[in-house]
C-alpha cells in the first residue's frame, strides 16, 4: 500500500539472527515496504555496514523518507550509541545514529529494540490508550518497556526497561548476561528449559529428555510444549513452575510501577492455552495489598514479529516532531 510522503518513515529492527526493515506510516501502522537481511555475526565491524544496505535498498524501492528509526539489541543511550549488546558481540561504543545521520543526510533515531516494539504496542496494539502499561516479551530472553504518564520511560541513560535482569531468584540459574538469579533464567524460552533441567534433576522428565535426542543440555523450551502436547505430566509440572516465576516477576512490576494495565508477548504466552489466564490468578494473589486493590489485566501482545520495526519507524516520528 502506497504511504504518503509525509508519513513515510523507515523503522530496522535488529536482531540476534536478523535485520529486518520496513518502509511504514507510522500514525497508522501501514507497512509499504519490507527488506531482510542477515546479521552479521563472524564480523561484527560489518554490522552499520549490513544496516546501511537494508536502508539504502528500501529508500530505492519506496523513495526518501521524512527519517529513520533503528531498535538495537542493547544498551543505547540518548545519543543513539550503543554501548554493549549481548546479543551482538563485539559491537561495544558504536554510534549507530551518527553513522546512519551521516550516510543519508536523514533525521536518525537509534534506541533499544525492546522500547521500540513496547511503543508499538501503546501506540497502536494491545496497550494502546492506557497511561501506565508494562509491555514484557518473552522471547528467548526477557524484553520489556514501560510506559509511564503516557510516554516511554527510557531512564536516565536510555537503559530502562529490561525487567529480564532483575534479581529474582537469588542463588538461581546463570543468566545469559552472567549473572545469577536474573528473572529470565526461570521465565524466558531459556528459563523454561532451565526449570525443565530442574525437573530432570529430580528423577523425572523422561519424556522431555528422550525429545531433546537424549541429553538434559540439549532441551530447549520446545521439547516442554511438545512433551505438554502429549500429555506429559511432568512437563505440565515444567510449566507449572514456570508459570509461578512468571508471576513472581510480574506482582513485582505492579508493586514498583502501579500499572493500568501488562501486555505479555512473544510466543511462549501461545504454550498451553490456559497460560495467561493462570499467570493473572497468580499475580493477582501475590501481589501486595491483593485484596484491596483492582486487578491489572494481563493481555496477550497484538502486534507481531514486525513490532520492533514499526516501533522504531514511530520513534523517528516522534524525534521529527520534536516529542
Ligand atoms: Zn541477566
Given at each position: 500500500m502506497e504511504i504518503e510522503a509525509r508519513n513515510r518513515f523507515i523503522g530496522i529492527d535488529v536482531g540476534g539472527t536478523k535485520i529486518m526493515g520496513v518502509v511504514a506510516d507510522p500514525t497508522s501502522g501501514v507497512i509499504q515496504v519490507r527488506r531482510k537481511a542477515p546479521?552479521?555475526?563472524?564480523?561484527?565491524?560489518?554490522l552499520p555496514e549490513a544496516i546501511k544496505q537494508v536502508v539504502a535498498e528500501l529508500i530505492e524501492e519506496a523513495g526518501r523518507p521524512v527519517g529513520l528509526g533503528v531498535g538495537v539489541p542493547g544498551l543505547v543511550d540518548h545519543q543513539g550509541v550503543l554501548h554493549y549488546g549481548p546479543n551482538v558481540p563485539g559491537v561495544l561504543g558504536l554510534d549507530m545514529a551518527g553513522e546512519l545521520r551521516s550516510e543519508f543526510g536523514l533525521p536518525v533515531v537509534a534506541e533499544n529494540d525492546a522500547t521500540c516494539a513496547a511503543l508499538a504496542e501503546h501506540r497502536l496494539g494491545a496497550a494502546r490508550g492506557t497511561t501506565h502499561a508494562v509491555v514484557v516479551n518473552q522471547g528467548t530472553g526477557i524484553a520489556g518497556g514501560i510506559i509511564i504518564g503516557g510516554r516511554m520511560y527510557r531512564g536516565a541513560n536510555g537503559f530502562?526497561?529490561?525487567?529480564?535482569?532483575?534479581?529474582?531468584?537469588?542463588?538461581?540459574h546463570v543468566c545469559a548476561c552472567g549473572k545469577t538469579g536474573c528473572w529470565e533464567a526461570v521465565a524466558s524460552g531459556a528459563g523454561l528449559a532451565n526449570i525443565a533441567r530442574d525437573v530432570v534433576a529430580e528423577g523425572k522428565g523422561h519424556r522431555i529428555v528422550e525429545l531433546a535426542g537424549g541429553e538434559a543440555a540439549h532441551i530447549r523450551g520446545e521439547h516442554v510444549s511438545a512433551a505438554m502436547a502429549e500429555g506429559d505430566s511432568d512437563a505440565a509440572e515444567v510449566l507449572d513452575r514456570f508459570g509461578w516465576w512468571v508471576a513472581e516477576g510480574l506482582a513485582s512490576l505492579v508493586a514498583l510501577l502501579d500499572p493500568e494495565l501488562i501486555v505479555l508477548g512473544g510466543g511462549l504466552t501461545a504454550i498451553n492455552r490456559h497460560f495467561i489466564s493462570d499467570v493473572q490468578e497468580r499475580v493477582n494473589a501475590t501481589v501486595m495489598g491483593a485484596a484491596y486493590r483492582p486487578e491489572v489485566p494481563i493481555v496477550p501482545a497484538r502486534l507481531g514479529a514486525e513490532a520492533g520495526a514499526i516501533g522504531a519507524a514511530i520513534s523517528s516520528r516522534d524525534l521529527f516532531l520534536g516529542r
Amino acid at each position: 500500500m502506497e504511504i504518503e510522503a509525509r508519513n513515510r518513515f523507515i523503522g530496522i529492527d535488529v536482531g540476534g539472527t536478523k535485520i529486518m526493515g520496513v518502509v511504514a506510516d507510522p500514525t497508522s501502522g501501514v507497512i509499504q515496504v519490507r527488506r531482510k537481511a542477515p546479521t552479521p555475526k563472524a564480523d561484527p565491524e560489518t554490522l552499520p555496514e549490513a544496516i546501511k544496505q537494508v536502508v539504502a535498498e528500501l529508500i530505492e524501492e519506496a523513495g526518501r523518507p521524512v527519517g529513520l528509526g533503528v531498535g538495537v539489541p542493547g544498551l543505547v543511550d540518548h545519543q543513539g550509541v550503543l554501548h554493549y549488546g549481548p546479543n551482538v558481540p563485539g559491537v561495544l561504543g558504536l554510534d549507530m545514529a551518527g553513522e546512519l545521520r551521516s550516510e543519508f543526510g536523514l533525521p536518525v533515531v537509534a534506541e533499544n529494540d525492546a522500547t521500540c516494539a513496547a511503543l508499538a504496542e501503546h501506540r497502536l496494539g494491545a496497550a494502546r490508550g492506557t497511561t501506565h502499561a508494562v509491555v514484557v516479551n518473552q522471547g528467548t530472553g526477557i524484553a520489556g518497556g514501560i510506559i509511564i504518564g503516557g510516554r516511554m520511560y527510557r531512564g536516565a541513560n536510555g537503559f530502562a526497561g529490561e525487567p529480564g535482569h532483575m534479581l529474582i531468584n537469588s542463588g538461581g540459574h546463570v543468566c545469559a548476561c552472567g549473572k545469577t538469579g536474573c528473572w529470565e533464567a526461570v521465565a524466558s524460552g531459556a528459563g523454561l528449559a532451565n526449570i525443565a533441567r530442574d525437573v530432570v534433576a529430580e528423577g523425572k522428565g523422561h519424556r522431555i529428555v528422550e525429545l531433546a535426542g537424549g541429553e538434559a543440555a540439549h532441551i530447549r523450551g520446545e521439547h516442554v510444549s511438545a512433551a505438554m502436547a502429549e500429555g506429559d505430566s511432568d512437563a505440565a509440572e515444567v510449566l507449572d513452575r514456570f508459570g509461578w516465576w512468571v508471576a513472581e516477576g510480574l506482582a513485582s512490576l505492579v508493586a514498583l510501577l502501579d500499572p493500568e494495565l501488562i501486555v505479555l508477548g512473544g510466543g511462549l504466552t501461545a504454550i498451553n492455552r490456559h497460560f495467561i489466564s493462570d499467570v493473572q490468578e497468580r499475580v493477582n494473589a501475590t501481589v501486595m495489598g491483593a485484596a484491596y486493590r483492582p486487578e491489572v489485566p494481563i493481555v496477550p501482545a497484538r502486534l507481531g514479529a514486525e513490532a520492533g520495526a514499526i516501533g522504531a519507524a514511530i520513534s523517528s516520528r516522534d524525534l521529527f516532531l520534536g516529542r
